[in-house]
Each structure stands twice: as structure tokens, then as C-alpha cells.
């Protein structure tokens, strides 16, 4: 089976709280061409930002406002080929949406887990409602046109930048895939959440990472299961 994955799009609904930064018209052309090459296509969580409204707790309205700005995108995430996994900014689609937060799957004889990796993040493990919070203002400062605050506040969010690697966020998620790897769970582990495309290969299996389409970036995994071929993609318009 061949199986692109990408994650954190960051669909907002409305330009001030929008990450996403692509045209409708541009990133339905790059589906239709992963939807020429792939048999599935997995959506590895913040795909929708939705804890970003103009107040906590509306995150179900700020979903299907995003749904609604880009329709002609969520018609196609409803097709098929798609699979959409719930990550931390879009966690409230569990509950409107019905989606599933880890799916596991088997092709060609590999074992493959997908999950965001928000629950192996060991920020919003311990203080799951603070790093909510702290998305929320990062949202407001971003609205008011002060970006590189909000860029400073997200690293709240646990993930953007990496003190040290073996106690980053980051290193949390490799070594929670690792874990999983030499446990033969799994043979193959994809995860999105940090933005950093990655493919790593132990005696174990591959531990994957999508990266971000979001900012105008285009990130995204091939994986063929039947050769045993993963590659990350990457290209900055
Ligand atoms: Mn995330």
C-alpha cells in the first residue's frame, strides 16, 4: 500500500487566527497529486486550530468555522482516501467529528501506528490546561498583529524549540516511538505535532514525522509498504 501523510495544516477561521498561509486552489492541486500517487492519505492531527477564538472554550465553533472557510478542502478530507486523526489543536473533533486519535493498521505485513503526538508530549501531559491557555493568548497576541510574541508563547505549546534534545518534547516523541519500536508493537510510528520532518530508521523499525503545512509550507511522508520505502518531502513556496 502506498500512504502520504501529512499534518498540522492549522486551518483557522478567520486570517487573524489562520495559520495555514496556502490558496484553497494551490493546496487542492497538491492533493490531487498525492491523490494520484497514494492509496491513502493520512491527516496526522492540527489540521483545524481551534483554540485560538476570541474566547476560551469555543473551540467546537472555531472548528466548524474553519470547516466552513475551507470547504472545498474539508469535502475532499471527508472523501476516501483520507484519514483524519484528532492532534492537540484540534482535539475538540474527537467529540464534533467522531475522529480517532491513534489508528493502528497492518500492510504488506507492517505493523504502522499513527498518532499526533501530543500525548506523548510531556508539557501537555503535565499541564494539559496551562499549555491549552497558553495557545489561546499566543491566539490573542497574534490577532493584535504582534506575531513574534505569539511565536514565543507557542513554544508553550511544548514543541517549537529544544533546550536540549534528550529532554526536549521533540526527543519525548522519538523516544515514545522507540519505546514502541523495540517493544514490537509496531514496526513503524508516525507522528506530526513538532514541525520537524523526519524520517529515522533503528534495528527496530522507522520512526516518522510529516512536519508542517502550515505557513505556506508543504511537508508531507511517502511511504510504501509493499518496498519498504519511507521519505519525507518538503518544499517552501
Ligand atoms: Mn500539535
Given amino acids: 500500500m502506498k500512504i502520504a501523510v501529512i499534518s498540522d495544516l492549522h486551518l483557522g477561521a ?8 496556502h490558496g484553497e486552489e494551490a493546496f487542492l492541486r497538491f492533493l490531487d497529486r498525492l491523490e494520484r500517487r497514494f492509496d491513502r492519505i493520512v491527516l496526522n492531527g492540527d489540521v483545524y486550530q481551534t483554540d485560538h477564538g476570541r474566547r476560551p472554550g469555543s473551540q467546537a465553533e ?17 472523501r476516501g482516501p483520507y484519514l483524519y486523526i484528532a492532534g492537540n489543536h484540534d482535539h475538540v473533533a474527537v467529540a464534533e467529528l467522531g475522529a480517532p486519535e491513534v489508528v493502528d493498521m497492518e500492510a504488506d505485513g507492517l505493523r504502522l501506528h499513527f498518532t499526533h503526538g501530543h500525548l ?11 499549555g491549552q491557555f497558553a495557545s489561546w493568548l499566543a491566539g490573542w497576541v497574534e490577532r493584535m498583529g504582534l506575531r513574534p510574541l505569539a511565536e514565543v508563547l507557542e513554544w508553550f505549546d511544548g514543541y517549537k524549540h529544544t533546550p536540549s ?16 519500536l523495540d517493544a514490537r508493537i509496531s514496526d513503524v510510528v508516525v507522528m506530526g505535532h513538532t514541525h520537524r520532518g523526519t524520517v529515522l530508521r ?16 508543504l511537508s508531507w511522508l511517502e511511504i510504501d509498504t509493499a518496498a519498504r520505502r519511507f521519505l519525507h518531502r518538503f518544499e517552501e513556496r
Fill in 62 to 78: 472555531e472548528l466548524h468555522g474553519a470547516r466552513e472557510r475551507y470547504r472545498r478542502l474539508v469535502e475532499r478530507f471527508d
Fill in 120 to 130: 506523548h508530549d510531556p508539557f501537555l501531559q503535565r499541564h494539559p490546561r496551562y
Fill in 202 to 217: 533503528t534495528p527496530a523499525g522507522h520512526y516518522l514525522n510529516s512536519g508542517t503545512c502550515s505557513r505556506s509550507r
Fill in 165 to 180: 534534545p534528550s529532554d526536549s518534547p521533540r526527543g519525548a516523541l522519538v523516544r515514545a516511538a522507540l519505546a514502541r
Fill in 14 to 21: 478567520c486570517s487573524a487566527v489562520d495559520q495555514f498561509r
